[in-house]
């Protein structure tokens, strides 16, 4: 499995970003997919996860409703719709597939695959 992250970029205060990540694969709508985040001297950070069929979301207690993650399994892709940024959003942005479970989990460690991560840079 192959994940390609996408869409990362600057951005001030406030505005938005939508990350992308592609998957190779023909039974990406198997996958349980999520997003962990990394700054600079910090340890990597869960973001949001999703189910295989897109029905059961979870995010990180930061995100409160700022976030959106999604999928298209037609596309093998999975998004993370970002608003309402702030400087602290900060950071390389990973995607990454857990391949064995069907159950969306936080913990970095039953993720089986990762994409190269995007950065993203919101200024104040």
């Known amino acids: 499995v192959q994940l390609q992250a996408s869409g990362g970029g600057l951005v001030q205060a406030g505005g938005s970003l939508r990350l992308s990540c592609a998957a190779s694969?023909?039974?990406?709508?198997?996958?349980?997919m999520g997003w962990f985040r990394q700054a600079p001297g910090k340890e990597r950070e869960f973001v949001a996860t999703?189910?295989?069929?897109?029905?059961?979301?979870y995010y990180g207690d930061f995100v409160k409703g700022r976030f959106t993650i999604s999928r298209d399994n037609a596309k093998n892709t999975v998004y993370l719709q970002m608003n309402s940024l702030k400087p602290e959003d900060t950071a390389v942005y990973y995607c990454?597939?857990?391949?064995?479970?069907?159950?969306?989990?936080?913990?970095?460690?039953?993720?089986?695959?990762w994409g190269q991560g995007t950065q993203v840079t919101v200024s104040s």
């Open positions: 694969g023909r039974t990406f709508s198997s996958y349980v």
């Open positions: 990454a597939a857990d391949i064995t479970t069907a159950v969306v989990t936080t913990r970095p460690s039953r993720y089986d695959y």
């Open positions: 999703i189910d295989r069929s897109g029905g059961v979301t």
